[in-house]
């Protein structure tokens, strides 16, 4: 009865567990045109799909690059946009798959990035959500002389790296109902004294991507057009003033 009992339990967590590894592989709908449009190559940006999806500075080597961990339940495609605009600025800029898209099982995705591309000397690791977790516990263990700062959106760490040397800047919306404004901040002693701190009045969790408008339902909201390019714009100034 004991033995019976025990393969019954072992039973349930195999079945518990593939039932959620095919959830967590599910992603969220997201806006098919507009990524669809970014994941083209153009005069000034190639895009490449393979391990990683790519966007390169067609006319240069570029020097700096930025790595992006996209959130759970999240297709590399639906940040394809944002990331786009990065080389269009002569950053070489990288969108790492998550297995199961599910950033805790790739949590060391970046060294294979900068293994695949050593011409790039300086890195910012940014990631969006539960990909924000999975890039600030990156950070714990990164090469700091290569990895210069970390970037996060609409996320906040799940342990401490006030310690680290190293430059971080959290851009949130006003309005997050998942990543809320309250565990911003209640999370802000795990980050960096010298952390810089970004909130964006009217703005979601989901915009901060292409996601599809059928994932929220609020009002009052900046429109996704001008929550991307104030998020941008900040993203920009981040690299920028670190010397990228």
């Known amino acids: 009865m004991l033995k019976k009992v025990l393969l019954g339990f072992v039973a349930l967590i195999v079945l518990v567990v593939g039932a959620t590894a095919v959830w967590m592989s599910i992603p969220f709908s ?39 961990y996209p959130g759970g339940k999240t297709s590399a495609a639906t940040f394809a946009p944002f990331m786009r605009r990065f080389a269009e600025q002569d950053y070489l800029a990288v969108i790492a798959p998550m297995p199961l898209k599910t950033a805790f099982l790739g949590i060391n995705k970046a060294d294979d990035v900068m293994a695949a591309y050593p011409a790039v000397k300086q890195w910012v690791i940014a990631g969006h959500s539960l990909g924000g977790v999975g890039a600030t516990e990156y950070i714990k263990g990164a090469d700091l002389t290569k990895v210069k700062g970390l970037l996060l959106l609409a996320s906040y760490p799940a342990s ?26 209640a999370n802000a002693p795990k980050l960096p004294a010298t952390t810089e701190y970004v909130v964006i009045e009217n703005a979601n969790h989901w915009q901060f991507g292409s996601y599809s408008a059928d994932n929220t339902k609020q009002q009052g909201l900046l429109s996704p057009d001008v929550q991307a390019e104030q998020v941008f714009s900040h993203s920009l100034g981040f690299l920028q003033g670190l010397g990228f």
Do not use: E, H, R, W
Not at 160 to 183: E, F, R, Y
């Open 30 to 68: 997201y806006n098919q045109q507009q990524t669809s449009d970014a994941l083209i190559s153009s005069a000034t940006v190639t895009v490449s799909q393979g391990d990683f999806l790519v966007f390169s500075p067609a006319q240069n080597i570029p020097q700096s690059g930025i790595i992006f």
């Open 160 to 185: 401490d790296i006030s310690g680290l040397n190293v430059a971080v800047m959290s851009i949130s919306g006003a309005k997050d109902l998942q990543s809320t404004p309250a565990k911003i901040s």
